[in-house]
C-alpha cells in the first residue's frame, strides 16, 4: 500500500527520517510554528543525538515563542550543560520561569524546578527566598504535582522570617500531596493527627492517613521489583 514505510529496509528508514528532519525544521522556520520547532528539537535529541543543534532551536522556541517546553528543557540543559550551552543554574532558573508562566505539559514541572531553586537559593544571588519557593510551590502543587505540595507543607512547618510556621496549612498541603499518592506526605498528615499539630488530635485519621503510606510504599516496593525482574 503507498504511503507504507518498510522498517525493515535501512535505506528506506533513512529516508523518512531524513524527511521528517526537513518537514519540521520547514514548520519551524517558514511557518513559524512553535509546536514545530518542539517537534524539530525532540527529532535532533532523540533521532540524530545532535545535542548542540537541539539546544539552538530549544533557545530559539524558547526566546522567540515563549514554548513552555521549550523554556524548560532548555532550562535542564542549562543544568546539566548538555548540548554546550553554558553550565548555569541562573540561566536554567530563567528558564524554567519563563515555562512556568506561560501554558503547557511541562509548565507544571518547571513551577516545582523553580521552587526547588529558589528554595536552596543555588540559582538566586541573594540566596535561599522561601516566598518565591512558596509562590512556585503553589503553582505546582495546584496543577497537581504532590512533591510541591509536600514541599510546601515542609516550608510550612519549618518556618522562616520570611514564611510563618504554620501547622494547619502545613496539615492542609501535606494532607494534598498523601491525597496525590505522596509517601512522606501521608506519614507526616498521620503524625500530625496524631499528635495534633495544626488541627485537633484525631486518632481515626491518623491511622488512616498511616495505612495509605504503608499502602502507597508497598506500591512502590512491588513497582521496583517488576523494574529490576
Known amino acids: 500500500m503507498a504511503g507504507l514505510i518498510n522498517f525493515e529496509d535501512e535505506n528506506e528508514v533513512k529516508e523518512f527520517l531524513d524527511n521528517l528532519g526537513v518537514e519540521y525544521s520547514y514548520q519551524c522556520y517558514k511557518e513559524k510554528d512553535p509546536e514545530g520547532c518542539q517537534r524539530l528539537s525532540d527529532y535532533l535529541e532523540g533521532v540524530k543525538k545532535n545535542y548542540s543543534q ?62 526547588l531553586l529558589a528554595h536552596d537559593g543555588r540559582a538566586l544571588e541573594g540566596g535561599p527566598d522561601p516566598v518565591a519557593a512558596r509562590q512556585y510551590y503553589k503553582k505546582a502543587c495546584k496543577g497537581g504535582f504532590a512533591p510541591s505540595c509536600f514541599n510546601l507543607s515542609a516550608l510550612y512547618i519549618q518556618g522562616s522570617a520570611e514564611v510563618n510556621q504554620n501547622m494547619s496549612k502545613a496539615l492542609k498541603y501535606a494532607v494534598r500531596s498523601c491525597d496525590l499518592g505522596h509517601v512522606w506526605g501521608c506519614a507526616n498528615a498521620s503524625r500530625m493527627y496524631k499528635l495534633g499539630d495544626g488541627t485537633k488530635k484525631d486518632e481515626q485519621k491518623a491511622e488512616e492517613l498511616k495505612n495509605r ?12 521489583l517488576k523494574f529490576g525482574e
Open 54 to 115: 537541539a539546544a539552538q532551536v530549544l533557545k530559539h522556541n524558547c526566546e522567540n515563542y515563549s514554548h513552555s517546553e521549550s523554556c524548560y528543557k532548555l532550562g535542564a540543559y542549562h543544568v546539566t550543560g548538555k548540548g554546550g550551552v553554558t553550565e548555569c543554574l541562573k540561566s536554567g532558573y530563567a528558564c524554567f520561569v519563563k515555562a512556568c508562566n506561560a501554558k503547557g505539559k511541562k509548565s507544571v514541572d518547571a513551577c516545582h524546578n523553580v521552587g
Open 213 to 224: 503510606a504503608k499502602e502507597l510504599h508497598g506500591q512502590q516496593k512491588e513497582q521496583q
